[in-house]
């Protein structure tokens, strides 16, 4: 038990999800920026009455229905790239987490079917990041903590929540949340008060050890449906694909490669499709990968091989099918079970390009430990 609520499990893994997701949904947004009324604003086929209409049937999450002013969609997209952008510097994340999963809910809720898998798995891990202490390594809010002891530091972060209560204050008022979303931002914006309080008049005492507690315990939990998710998101792909008859008789991968939305490399995919080996190979190493990586979670040097594997089988998706998004949200998602030891080394290597950088990442907060070899989970930093 001590192990479990004594500290936050995987704070590089939480980190390397936190970037990948929050980077993916921002390059995403970034690239849209053009077309973003005809995806999601006032100008797409999905009007703003029919979104109504479905919401009010199924209870989505999504601010884009509190008006139908092209304002404040422009409001809403604008907060969506600025929060995946703060997020991914790790800046005041625990607010900054919040509004990243109200931008990805509310954009990809007001058009559902603009989406693909994807943005499906955005989806989730937006909620489960709000979850978990994914800055204590490799973010603003680490550093912070580590040059004035507290991450929680300055007014920024008092300003932000208060923002924040203000918004939710107006959706209730208005009717803009149902009663289980209502509840659940009502509950983190009082436990947001409740440990900045406790941080400022309290910070060595009972108190904020219980909030530390509480916090890792979520934290760790968080964790836990990450890895969950992924292990049931490569299960139900592999068990699924092995029932189909084009994957049974190896042909699968030809199709796809033959389809002009499919082929941003018509040259490479006529000539990957042309060899019937090849393209046979890769439809069943793709099954066989996806069936297997849940169990191999307990041995280590195999789970790292099938990851590497499904690694390099999203990266050549986004080349050969043109998705780059989808892999990279799946590459992202992947990250979570990524060795703390290639983490910390990845780390140190990126301190080396860093102006001024040493050649190694900076003891404190954002640098464990040297990890044993063995270990899966890496050690605790600042709390965050």
Not at 103 to 116: E, H, K
Not at 244 to 270: E, I, K, M
Not at 294 to 304: E, S, V
Request: charged letters at 15%; aromatic letters at 12%.
């Amino acid at each position: 038990m001590a192990a479990v609520s004594g500290r936050a499990l995987g704070p590089y893994q939480s980190a390397v999800v936190r970037i990948g997701f929050a980077g993916t949904w921002l390059f995403f947004l970034l690239r849209e920026f053009p077309h973003r009324h005809e995806l999601y604003g006032p100008q797409g086929p999905w009007s703003w009455d029919l979104a109504k209409r479905l919401i009010a049937s199924n209870h989505a999450f999504t601010v884009l229905m509190w008006s139908d002013s092209a304002l404040w969609f422009e409001i809403v997209y604008v907060l969506g790239v600025l929060s995946s952008a703060l997020l991914l510097l790790g800046w005041r994340t625990r607010a900054t987490a919040v509004v990243f999963m109200v931008g990805v809910l509310s954009l990809q809720n007001r058009s559902v079917f603009m989406g693909d898998g994807g943005d499906n798995v955005i989806h989730l891990m937006a909620i489960y990041l709000v979850l978990t202490r994914c800055a204590q390594v490799w973010s603003l809010d680490a550093r912070r903590a580590r040059r004035l002891g507290r991450a929680s530091a300055g007014r920024a972060g008092p300003v932000l929540w208060a923002v924040l209560g203000g918004a939710g204050a107006y959706g209730a008022l208005t009717g803009g949340f149902g009663t289980g979303w209502l509840v659940a931002f009502g509950a983190l914006w009082v436990v947001a008060a409740l440990w900045w309080t406790v941080e400022r008049y309290e910070p060595e005492g009972e108190g904020r050890a219980v909030l530390d507690v509480l916090a890792n315990l979520l934290h760790n939990a968080g964790m836990l449906v990450i890895t969950a998710e992924v292990c049931l998101i490569y299960a139900t792909a592999g068990w699924y694909k092995i029932q189909g008859s084009r994957w049974q008789d190896g042909t699968a991968l030809y199709y796809p490669l033959g389809l002009d939305y499919f082929t941003p490399w018509p040259g490479v995919s006529a000539l990957l499709a042309g060899s019937g080996t090849l393209v046979m190979l890769l439809s069943y190493g793709t099954v066989a990968v996806q069936v297997a990586f849940p169990f191999t979670l307990f041995n280590r040097r195999i789970k790292n091989v099938l990851l590497a594997l499904m690694m390099l089988e999203h990266a050549g998706i986004a080349v050969l099918l043109g998705l780059p998004f989808f892999s990279l949200a799946m590459i992202a998602a992947d990250a979570v079970f990524l060795p703390t030891v290639f983490l910390v080394w990845l780390g140190a290597r990126a301190s080396a390009l860093r102006p001024g950088g040493r050649g190694a990442a900076l003891p404190g907060p954002d640098r464990a430990p040297e990890p044993d070899p063995e270990p899966e989970q890496g050690t605790v930093g600042s709390a965050v």
